[in-house]
């Protein structure tokens, strides 16, 4: 797990978890994320995901989620179905280097917001990311207000 936040004190965009098995694309996005303002923490695959997400205080400190969905011990298809249950007030973005138009269309179903094929222009993932987050604003939990 890794953790990269933005040196712009109070210019936070919004906190994002990117769970991907490769160590280069997550390096890639989290870069391209945190120079456009957002705090990045990082999870190589489902399980660490699950288990960053009950180790932070307030799960719902995070606006967005990418994930990918080729990845060892829990595949991201498991991954998504488990946030979208546990986590439904934010938003999570599929990322695949293997399109599937029939999984596609069975993430949306479940709420995913967007499904991104690999690799992603800088200018979409900061489009879809912005999207997500100001989405997540939009559905605050009414608990926590």
Same mark, same amino acid.
């Given at each position: ?43 190589? &695959?489902? =399980?660490? $995901?699950?288990? !960053? ?12 989620? #990418?994930? %990918? ?30 399109? &599937?138009? =029939?999984? $596609?269309?069975? !993430? ?12 992603? #222009?800088? %200018? ?22």
């Amino acid at each position: 797990m890794e953790r990269q936040t933005t040196a712009a004190a109070g210019g936070r965009q919004g906190r994002v978890l990117v769970v991907d098995d490769v160590a280069i694309v997550r390096k890639s996005i989290s870069l391209t994320l945190t120079s456009a303002g957002y705090d990045v923490v990082t999870a190589e &695959d489902g =399980e660490q $995901a699950i288990k !960053l997400l009950g180790e932070l205080e307030d799960p719902p400190t995070i606006d967005a989620i #990418l994930c %990918d969905l080729r990845m060892p011990k829990m595949n991201g298809a498991e991954a998504v179905t488990y946030f979208r249950r546990e986590y439904p007030i934010v938003p999570v973005v599929v990322l695949t280097a293997y399109p &599937d138009v =029939e999984l $596609a269309v069975s !993430l949306m179903r479940q709420g995913v917001l967007d499904f991104l094929v690999k690799p992603v #222009l800088q %200018d979409e993932l900061l489009t879809v990311v912005k999207r997500a987050v100001d989405q997540k604003a939009m559905r605050k939990d009414p608990v926590a207000s």
